[in-house]
């Protein structure tokens, strides 16, 4: 038993029928977990009310949202966050005295929006261009730069001052930095505390006054802002000398040769159309590659159900994780014991080729033992383009593929291991998801199906905001019987204090 089983208390084993055998186990509860993170939501939420504890909290928030989207739809949203309340809290201290002045004060407030979201976007841009601390700075730097244009009072105060100002917006970016690599949490305390102390050396932290540092030299806050510009300029520099490229799919021979096209099954091979990769059959078909990505979808694929649940995917897939993990604390919940209870049910082995149908962010392939070949597959761009963030994040790699779960584009008994973990309750055909599961596997290897029980559904899905859970045209159920009669050693697990249900079953070796 390995050290996260362990946690996993077995309740009750009995036979499920003719297909197999029935578990349910349950998580332990992490309960002082449960209470610091009680604790951490509770001093994010005092930050919306009170700005010594916001002018930490609110950067931390700025830097995790703005990270978490698209480019683009990030420095729109946050434009629009920081405008608003920026118009109502500021409006008393401008000198509204002439008819012009309503006109000037909005175009300031917008133009101070605009600078304040600018470093949080130069940070989302440039950041993911870096490893390690070096991935930190970028935001400190452009905030701190941005000092140099020293705007008249009122506005002064929002672009911060001195030193001061970057160490809030570096501790900022360090937070986002491990919670992004899930650090640990004496990790996390570690890193408050230097920064607690850095910021009571540097005097005032809590009120945005000149520093004991600008006392000591006089210049200091326009020569550190102008070396901060200087720095921003070499992150720019470097990051665009060196996009993000992935390997190209002509270099990657035997990844190529499992692939067929998912409608024909003809055989898929690189080709080159208008200058980029795509992968063609000698029928003519051709599937364009987008990111190093291949686009497998056909317009049937996102139909009915599929359609349905892929919108909420599109909208949640930057924030999926964070959605996941903050319940987790909050539930008080061993979140890395619970993939180990279901992943370990595997028999992955270094050199092993692994398929995870409807991977979406990738969260389980960083719970799989080392040395194995990982492939993706899901129907979400969204997903997948943080799961491809992700995998940068934790330095793994892992072909990904955008398509419909069932209608798979790999040639028969192409993987060693092939799993599929939370999509499926809510797929317009199971049956066939389970068939292509099954037809992709090695014959002799162990299949999984995982996902969350009707009990869950009714309890947390069908409450959340939007209705989308309500009206479905049937309970959720392990799909027990949907596994095809010859598979082998059947069996239907319950998890979480029966949340979920673990099904797995082998493939037999002569089929
Ligand atoms: C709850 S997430 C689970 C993601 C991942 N397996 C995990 O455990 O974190 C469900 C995923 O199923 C994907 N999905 C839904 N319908 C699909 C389909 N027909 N084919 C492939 N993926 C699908 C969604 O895009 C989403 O990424």
Redesign the pocket.
């Known amino acids: 038993m390995n050290h996260c089983s362990s946690q996993l208390k077995k309740q009750q084993s009995q036979p499920a029928g003719k297909k197999g055998a029935r578990m349910t186990t349950e998580l332990r509860n992490h309960r002082w977990q449960q209470i610091l993170a009680w604790l951490l939501a509770g001093l994010f939420i005092l930050g919306f009310f009170f700005s010594p504890v916001g002018a930490w909290t609110g950067p931390i928030i700025g830097v995790w949202f703005v990270g978490s989207q698209r480019p683009l739809r990030g420095f729109l949203w946050m434009t629009a966050i920081a405008f608003i309340p920026g118009l109502l809290m500021h409006w008393r201290s401008f000198p509204l005295t002439g008819p012009t002045e309503p006109l000037q004060y909005l175009g300031w407030m917008l133009l101070v929006a605009l600078l304040g979201v600018l470093p949080f976007t130069f940070h989302r841009f440039a950041s993911p261009h870096f490893s390690g601390l070096l991935s930190t700075l970028p935001l400190p730097l452009a905030g701190t730069a941005l000092q140099i244009l020293d705007p008249p009072q009122p506005f002064g105060a929002l672009t911060g001052i001195g030193f001061h100002h970057f160490l809030v917006l570096w501790f900022a970016a360090v937070v986002v930095w491990m919670w992004n690599r899930e650090a640990n949490w004496a990790k996390f305390g570690a890193g408050a505390g230097f920064f607690a102390v850095i910021a009571i050396l540097e005097g005032d932290s809590f009120a945005l006054t000149p520093s004991f540092l600008n006392a000591l030299t006089p210049n200091f806050g326009s020569t550190f802002a102008w070396t901060c510009l200087a720095g921003c300029c070499a992150y720019l520099v470097y990051a665009l000398l060196r996009p993000f490229h992935s390997q190209p799919w002509a270099s990657r021979q035997e990844t190529v040769a499992r692939l067929q096209s998912p409608s024909t099954g003809a055989p898929l091979h690189v080709v080159a159309e208008q200058g980029r990769e795509a992968l063609g059959s000698a029928a003519g078909e051709s599937f364009p590659i987008r990111k190093g990505i291949p686009d497998f979808r056909a317009p049937q694929d996102l139909t009915g159900d599929?359609l349905k649940?892929?919108h909420v995917?599109q909208t949640i897939g930057g924030f999926y994780d964070d959605i996941q993990r903050i319940f987790c604390a909050l539930a008080g919940f061993d979140r890395s014991a619970y993939f180990h209870s279901y992943l370990d049910l595997l028999e992955v082995k270094p050199g092993d080729s692994v398929l995870?149908?409807?991977?979406?962010?990738g969260?389980?392939f960083r719970y799989l033992p080392a040395g194995a070949t990982l492939s993706g597959?899901?129907?979400?761009p969204e997903?997948l383009a943080n799961c491809q963030l992700n995998l940068r994040r934790w330095q793994m790699d892992a072909d990904l593929y955008l398509g419909?779960?069932?209608s798979l584009p790999f040639a028969d008994s192409s993987f060693d291991v092939v799993f599929h973990?939370?999509?499926i309750n809510f797929?317009n055909d199971r049956a066939k998801a389970i068939r292509e599961m099954i037809r992709v596997a090695r014959p002799g290897s162990l299949l999984l199906i995982a996902d969350e029980t009707e009990k869950h559904v009714k309890e947390v899905y069908e409450k959340s905001p939007g209705g989308l859970w309500k009206n479905r045209r049937e309970p959720v159920s392990a799909p027990i019987d949907l596994i095809p009669p010859e598979m082998q050693e059947v069996r239907l697990q319950q998890m979480r204090n029966g949340d979920t249900y673990a099904l797995t079953f082998r493939k037999p070796a002569l089929l």
């Open positions: 599929n649940y892929n995917y995870e149908t409807s991977v979406g962010t969260l389980n597959l899901d129907l979400s997903m419909n779960a069932e973990v939370g999509g797929f």
